[in-house]
């Protein structure tokens, strides 16, 4: 089931601080688990989530197994120019979503 | 900064919150409902990092299924090619209130049905496609999104003639004492909400946030896979999920929850 | 076993009596490998030899999580987040969680303010630290406990 939600302010004066709110559907497998029959469910996670701006990335985030199941991530970033934010999240499997979303900024 | 209190620094703490309810529960030979007065959701009962998670729809991972479902709801299926929104129109408006009413009494089975069940059917007979699964992931998006435009409005079952033989059998059921522990629902849903259960509080158990993200389960799941744990819980075989049972049960706990407000699709712990 | 012992541990000492009930459920991971020193180490990988100084970072955990497998977290560093003069990544870790590492965020001075909220995974009661990582190659931390309890009515007996 894939599903991302973002939320970011559609606009923005230049200068402010915009909060950013990203949500996206994952299992997050740890990797620690063992299943019904004793056997290791094997690591399935995010590892990497990277949001750039106008193609500048402004905010990167490493993870690892102990990041929950639907991985929740808000950050900051300074509204600079109107453009747009874009969001990637790759992980183990080859696992790679990338959205992104509008900002005007005045 | 000091020592962690750890959970393990007490094991008997655990293990005398249960042998007393255990003890309290044999004592009491019928349990009483909770005054209506005196009714409150999960919610209530929840800390405020989880209230939280729920209060915020760009934050509540419920709602992930939400739009999921909005997607199946609009998606073109089945040799027709037709979607639940053909018929169903806008469902912000046509599902208004539906989830409040639910189980209703299906004619053509002579009995009520779930939420679930009545997707299934129009799947099955309007749209020509299989059933999806219970606790399928299509399904719990479809019905978390169906369920969420009924957010705010009090439940309202309408219970007449044709539904009170299931209602009475579902409320048989919740004072019933069954398995290994021989516990009932009420003896620990009437009788002792508000109190400790192996870390957690236990809830009044009203059904106004289904289907709701479980922070167990990590992951959206039904009223009826909830019901099938605490069946676990105590010992007894679950029922299957669409049994009767717990049907009639969902049937009870929604009438005992008459006038609450649903907040699907909620966090619960 | 020291002073944390893991879930399974919790579970034993608090006798059949609690696990013939079926209220609690043996958890199916064991901590293993995962302690106070292979966090030190895995902090150790961040900041090298460099001094950790308590202050200017802020982590924000709840005391008592209502289910380990979600607990909400914010951390926070004081910091002008300019140019010459901000926060370049914070780095969080558990103590005793099967792997020491939790995650890593980069910010810069285009973040505006080094604030960052997620939900992160406790195995047990547990200290989670945080470190902060300055543009001036210091390093500062803030660590909160966290009690974790096991959830009643599970899915498997």
Redesign the interface.
Same mark, same amino acid.
């Given at each position: 089931m894939a599903g991302v939600l973002i939320n970011v302010p559609e606009r923005a004066k230049r200068g402010e601080i915009v909060e950013i709110k990203t949500l996206i559907s994952h299992p997050m497998e740890t990797g620690y688990r063992r299943d019904q029959s004793g056997a290791r469910v094997e690591r399935d996670i995010i590892r990497l989530f990277v949001c750039t701006y106008n193609g500048t990335e402004v905010f990167r985030a490493e993870l690892h197994p102990a990041i929950a199941a639907n991985p929740f991530i808000v950050f900051t970033t300074v509204a600079t120019e109107s453009g747009t934010l874009s969001f990637q999240w790759t992980g183990d499997n080859g696992f790679s979503v990338t959205e992104s979303a509008p900002i005007a900024v005045d | 900064?000091?020592? /962690?209190?750890?959970?393990?620094a007490s094991?008997?703490r655990?293990?005398r919150a249960?042998?007393g309810v255990i003890i309290v529960m044999t004592a009491s030979a019928f349990a009483g409902e909770i005054p209506r007065a005196e009714r409150r959701s999960g919610y209530d009962l929840?800390? /405020? #990092?989880?209230r939280?998670?729920q209060d915020d729809d760009?934050?509540n991972?419920a709602?992930?299924?939400v739009?999921?479902g909005e997607g199946l709801w609009n998606r073109k299926i089945g040799a027709a090619g037709s979607a639940c929104a053909d018929c169903h129109r806008d469902a912000g408006t046509t599902m208004k209130g539906v989830a409040a009413r639910y189980p209703a009494f299906d004619t053509a089975r002579g009995r009520p049905i779930t939420l679930e069940q009545r997707i299934n059917t129009c799947r099955v007979e309007r749209q020509q496609v299989p059933a999806l699964a219970y606790e399928s992931?299509q399904l719990l998006?479809l019905t978390a999104f169906v369920a969420r435009q009924s957010r705010g409005l009090p439940i309202d079952l309408p219970v007449d003639a044709r539904t009170q033989p299931f209602l009475d059998a579902g409320r048989a059921t919740f004072f019933r004492r069954q398995g #290994?522990?021989d516990l009932s629902c009420s003896q620990c849903h009437d009788d002792h909400w508000g109190k400790e259960?192996?870390?957690?509080v236990?809830p009044q158990a009203h059904p106004t946030g289904y289907p709701l993200y479980r922070?167990?389960? #990590?992951?959206v799941g039904s009223l009826e896979r909830r019901l099938?744990?605490?069946l676990?819980?105590?010992?007894a075989e679950p029922y299957e999920f669409g049994a009767p049972e717990l049907v009639d049960l969902e049937l009870y706990l929604m009438s005992r929850a008459a006038g609450m407000k649903m907040d699907a699709p909620a966090v619960r /712990? | 076993m020291g002073a944390h012992p893991s879930r399974r541990e919790f579970l034993r000492t608090a006798g059949g009596i609690a696990a013939g009930l079926g209220l609690l459920s043996i958890a199916a991971v064991r901590p293993a490998g995962a302690t106070p020193e292979s966090m030190k180490d895995a902090i150790r990988r961040v900041v090298g030899d460099a001094p950790v100084t308590p202050g200017r970072v802020k982590l924000e955990l709840p005391p008592l999580s209502e289910n380990g497998n979600v607990v909400p977290l914010t951390v926070s560093v004081e910091s002008p987040m300019t140019a010459t003069d901000h926060v370049k990544a914070i780095h969080l870790f558990t103590e005793l969680n099967p792997q020491s590492d939790v995650a890593t965020f980069r910010l810069g001075p285009r973040a505006g303010r080094a604030r960052v909220m997620t939900r992160i995974r406790l195995a047990t009661t547990q200290t989670v630290v945080a470190i902060g990582e300055l543009s001036d190659g210091s390093f500062w931390t803030d660590s909160a406990a966290v009690v974790v309890t096991l959830a009643a009515c599970l899915e498997d007996p």
């Open positions: - | 900064m000091g020592a /962690p209190a750890s959970a393990a094991p008997w655990v293990v249960a042998v929840m800390g /405020p #990092q989880t939280a998670m760009t934050a991972p709602m992930l299924w739009l999921e992931p998006s #290994q522990l259960l192996a870390g957690n236990i922070l167990e389960w #990590q992951s099938r744990n605490c676990v819980g105590i010992r /712990p | -």
